[in-house]
């Protein structure tokens, strides 16, 4: 009985996996198409409650199908971790505390009156759009950009340290220049003053009335476009760069494909570590090569 039992979970494992995981299958097409519109109409249902007027007419539909889909969502979230080689790996994962961290308001609103506020949270479920398009051309140009931004790192923090270091020098010589009624009442928010001008936001709540004052906003206002270019230019370069070194990593993988032919379905190209068939989920033990 205790094998039988074992080799039922195996089945419902394997299953499990062949659906949230195979996005080639037909049903994992049809997960993936499922899943992408409850995100997007938790979101819209996010958005309305927000919205007094509709909150109080619809108040008693939005909870219901918010519980339906927090309900669904919490199935899947059981089921990536049994179905997981490594449910440790995937729990302590960026998608997998997306998706505790997506759930949990509903359960806490129940339990706790007055978390409502942490609704607003379910909106991360945006970020598992990502996920679910993971399709090749996506994922390849995702991975080149991270390759390029933790190549370009260090010369990006060094830049920024070198921009507060400006905004600190000139927001002090604000402060000693300008006159309070101006709006420099601190070096803080002379400082402030700086940022806001530097990155060509310009709120205009705090204007420099001198002269002297003036020329050097004028600088700092054309030294803005340069601290918008220069980070721009050294992910470009990083990402021009490793660009061709991405590409030649994928193509090594791709020549770990071998030809195993599913005896089930027929389907070829698996991965060499591959045990199952990617399109019907079939044990491939005994696949031909």
Known sequence: MRGVFKSKYDILKQKA??????????????FDIVLLI??????????????????HQAHGVLVF???????????EYILRIISNKKPLQY??????????ISILPMYLSFFIPGSKALSVVRALRLLRVFRILDLVSFTNQGNELKMALRTSRNK??????????????????????????????SIPKSIYWCIVTLTTVGYGDIA??????????????ILGYGVIAVPT???????????????ATISEQKTDQVQKKCQSCGHTNHQR????????????KNADV
């Open 17 to 30: 996996y062949v659906i949230i995981y195979g996005t080639n299958t037909p049903l994992g097409k049809l």
């Open 38 to 55: 409850l995100i997007f109409l938790s979101v819209i249902m996010v958005m309305l409650e927000s919205v007094k007027d509709i909150d």
């Open 65 to 75: 199908l918010e519980w339906v889909i927090t309900v669904f969502f919490t199935l």
């Open 91 to 100: 729990i302590f994962s960026f998608y997998g505390i997306i998706d505790l």
């Open 156 to 185: 990006i923090i060094v830049f920024i340290y070198f921009v507060l270091v400006i905004c600190v020098l000139l927001g002090s010589v604000m402060y000693v220049i300008e006159s309070e009624e101006s709006g420099f009442t």
């Open 208 to 221: 420099p009335t001198t002269i002297l004052g003036q020329m050097i906003a004028s600088f700092v206002m």
């Open 233 to 247: 230019g050294i992910v470009t370069a990083e990402f021009s760069r490793t660009r061709t070194k991405f590409r």
């Open 273 to 284: 570590q591959a045990k199952f068939c990617c399109q019907c989920g079939t044990s491939l």
